[in-house]
């Protein structure tokens, strides 16, 4: 099993940055875990990706809404993933989930790959 705790969270002006981590823990070794993403879901809307990592490589995917303002990143050897968030606007209010995907290769902005979630984090952004 894999814990996954998301923290950083809060409440932020429009225009502002936030930091939100996912340390992870658990018995399944990282070497194991192919990737992590951040996925978000705003009241009355289904989860939606928002960035992936890939484990090993560091390489990154980001959906089209947070391009250029949001940046994914991990820290290997604390086994935790970053989401970096500036420029926020208001629509950028969600409860944020991180995952890690163990399954290997497969389409990453898709919830169905990943096998672990943590509980999730609020992020708000007020106009």
């Known amino acids: 099993q894999v814990l996954l705790v998301e923290s950083g969270g809060g409440l932020v002006q429009a225009g502002g940055s936030l930091r939100i981590s996912c340390a992870a823990s658990?018995?399944?070794?990282?070497?194991?875990?192919?990737?992590m993403g951040w996925f978000r879901q705003a009241p009355g809307k289904e989860r939606e990706f928002v960035a992936a990592i890939t484990w090993i490589g560091g390489n990154t995917i980001y959906a089209d809404s947070v391009k250029g303002r949001f940046t994914i990143s991990r820290d290997t050897s604390k086994n935790t993933v970053y989401l970096q968030m500036n420029s926020l606007k208001p629509e950028d209010t969600a409860v944020y989930y991180c995952a890690a995907d163990y399954s290997g290769p497969g389409g990453l902005a898709s919830s169905k790959q990943y096998d672990y979630w943590g509980q999730g984090t609020q992020v708000t952004v007020s106009s």
């Open positions: 658990g018995r399944t070794a990282s070497r194991y875990r192919y990737a």
